[in-house]
């Protein structure tokens, strides 16, 4: 909680001119003027492209790449990934609407989540989307709607294997799990499929999220393609797609090292010829969201007020935790770390300050850093927090206190 964290983290995926930090070639101020607002989100597109390459230069290019909208649905981002990736995948109505929007075809589109209702999955029948399914009652739901549709609903069943993804900052699999259907059931209700009015594509096995551990995917993708072979084996017919899952982290700690794709791509492609023939014209997709755009994300907001409160210097900013809920740390961490943070318009400075930052609300939990010895800060300069292009405005509560929402940006 009150670790001292080195200075400035200068995250090297951005530019910098004059001392102050650029995100898609504009300063801080510049995006301020661009949008006459004083606290926003801005992202490069240039680094989004760069998170894309990475992936396809280590992945075997038989495993297409699609995107989790979840991680950041701006519309701006989902058009501009829309090429980019090979698929979408999407968690509610609102965000398979703007999946197809973009233009991406519907059957690289699939629609996962517990507790869907029945509105959204007929409107994913109809439109033709996979949806995911997460239970035995979804499946028998989806079965009735495809009459009121008129149909064949596209499904994949999703399965929660007997394994986990060791070393995830979320584990979705392995043990009882609100998500996907064991796999021992799935295994018992795969020969009645061929009689239901479904078309089933095949299978999603989605273990966890926000791993920095090669070893621990590697691991869990042995796990997955075994599975994957036996699921295919015990099929009525053929299927024609897998979701391999996902999980690739990014770091946002001190001390966290980046993931190294290049082990992980290596025995994928030993897998692929391990189970050449168990999957052969099978599409075998990785799903990410935040591997792609948390890193090409920057929170910036402007310094209110600085005070002194026996012995803490006080940054008082006009942004905060509902804004950026994952910042404050109340979005999953257990213990509050700080993300990187940096004096935007000031990057490096021969004066330091320990401060503590904090937003706007009458809320102790309302932190932006804690302890972070920075360059010294004044009444309008800005506060950078990297790493938020992912679970940034739309995993944060808004409406709490009133006060205005945060717009978004991408240069
Ligand atoms: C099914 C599914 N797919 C993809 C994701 C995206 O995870 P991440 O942003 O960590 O890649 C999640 C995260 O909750 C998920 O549950």
Redesign the pocket.
């Given at each position: 909680m009150n670790e001292i964290t080195p200075q400035h983290e200068q995250m090297s995926q951005f530019s910098q001119e004059d001392n102050q930090l650029l995100v898609g070639g504009f300063n801080l101020n510049a995006i301020s003027q661009l949008l006459d607002k004083r606290v926003f989100y801005a992202y490069d597109r240039q680094i989004i492209q760069q998170q894309v390459a990475r992936f396809r230069q280590h992945i075997p290019g038989r495993i297409k790449l699609h995107y989790?909208v979840?991680?950041n649905p701006y519309w701006p981002v989902v058009q501009f990934l829309k090429p980019l990736v090979d698929g979408f995948?999407v968690a509610s109505q609102q965000e398979m609407l703007l999946a197809m929007q973009s233009g991406m075809p519907v059957s690289d589109i699939s629609f996962?989540g517990p507790g869907k209702g029945d509105a959204e999955l007929l409107s994913a029948i109809v439109a033709g989307v996979t949806l995911n399914v997460e239970s035995a009652g979804e499946l028998a739901r989806i079965c009735k709607l495809s009459q009121v549709a008129g149909q064949k609903p596209q499904v994949a069943l999703r399965v929660n294997p007997a394994f986990e993804l060791k070393a995830s900052g979320?584990k979705?699999a392995g043990g009882a799990k609100p998500f996907g259907i064991d796999e021992e059931q799935v295994l018992q209700l795969l020969p009645a499929i061929a009689d239901m009015p479904v078309k089933l594509r095949g299978f999603h096995i989605?273990c966890g999220?926000?791993n920095l551990k090669a070893e621990a995917l590697i691991d869990a993708y042995q796990h997955t393609f075994a599975l994957a072979a036996k699921l295919v084996a015990a099929c009525p017919y053929r299927p024609d797609m897998i979701n391999l899952g996902?999980?690739?982290?990014i770091p946002y700690f001190t001390g966290e090292r980046r993931l190294d794709l290049a082990p992980v791509g290596e025995s994928l492609a030993s897998l692929l010829q391990q189970y050449q023939a168990e999957l052969a014209d099978i599409e075998l997709v990785i799903?990410?969201?935040?591997?792609l755009v948390a890193e090409a994300g920057v929170y910036a907001c402007q310094v209110l007020d600085k005070k002194v409160s026996r012995g803490t210097t006080y940054l008082v900013c006009n942004g905060g935790l509902h804004h950026h809920l994952a910042n404050s740390g109340n979005f999953g961490q257990v213990i509050r770390k700080n993300y990187p943070v940096a004096i935007g318009n000031k990057l490096t400075a021969a004066e330091q300050e320990l401060v503590t930052i904090v937003g706007p609300l009458c809320t102790p939990l309302d932190i932006l850093a804690d302890k972070k010895l920075l360059p010294k800060a004044e009444v309008g300069d800005w506060v950078v927090v990297y790493q938020s292009g992912?679970y940034g405005p739309t995993a944060s509560p808004q409406q709490f206190l009133g006060h205005p929402e945060v717009v978004e940006v991408l240069l």
């Open positions: 989790a979840k991680a995948d996962a979320m979705m989605y999220s926000q996902g999980g690739f982290g799903e990410l969201g935040r591997y992912a």
